[in-house]
């Protein structure tokens, strides 16, 4: 009885060993299937990450292109509100009590005595002001004369004459204005000068003086 069992117990135990390599071939097959797709995975993550960082690579050149255009342009801004700020005042000599004149010819009036001078436009060296843009301009000047003496000073535009003053040999001390608004390009040249056989005085108290700023830009 027990020999007629052998067999089928034989057979029973090597049923189990294949059952039990089928297992184990099934679980190293879904090991390796499950490595194949965390593969597949971490290769589309990269991939994803690569392209985000093209994405962010274009952004930045973007971003950089368009600081660049903004700080050219808040440059060119300031530059231009820098032009715009023109002024001017002026006095005829560095100390009071001296005269100027006469001459046989005109002459330029220099004013050497400089109140303000934004933008730098005017140059005391020559008494010229060169317009730094085009715009409208206000200019006034301010002649101061004493008694028996004639005065007459003239403002000029690139050498022609756009305003006078004038008096001619008064009792007492005497001062004379006028005023012009112009429309000047850029690096034109207003000045004023004196005629000739006439004095222009600066006191203490009353200067011979030229003046001007930019009203608006054009």
Request: net charge neutral; charged share 20%.
């Amino acid at each position: 009885m027990q020999h007629r069992n052998r067999p089928y117990k034989a057979t029973k135990m090597l049923a189990a060993q294949k059952m039990l390599l089928l297992l184990c071939a099934g679980v190293s097959l879904a090991h390796d299937l499950t490595t194949s797709a965390q593969l597949k995975d971490i290769e589309e993550r990269l991939r994803a990450t690569e392209e985000t960082l093209k994405e962010l690579k274009i952004e930045n050149e973007a971003l950089r292109i368009f600081t660049k255009a903004l700080s050219d342009t808040l440059e060119s801004i300031q530059a231009e509100n820098k032009a715009k700020r023109v002024a001017f005042s002026a006095g005829l000599l560095s100390s009071g009590e001296q005269k100027i004149g006469p001459f046989d010819i005109r002459k330029p009036l220099v004013y050497q005595k400089i109140f303000t001078n934004t933008g730098n436009a005017y140059d005391s060296n020559t008494g010229t002001f060169t317009a730094p843009v085009k715009g409208i301009y206000f200019f006034r000047f301010y002649a101061h004369g004493h008694p028996f003496n004639q005065v007459a000073v003239s403002l000029y535009k690139n050498n022609q004459i756009q305003c006078s003053v004038f008096f001619l040999k008064p009792e007492t001390n005497a001062n004379g204005s006028n005023a012009v608004v112009l429309s000047l390009e850029k690096g034109d040249e207003v000045n004023t000068q004196l005629w000739e056989n006439s004095w222009v005085y600066d006191d203490e108290s009353s200067y011979t003086s030229f003046s001007g700023f930019l009203l608006f830009p054009l």
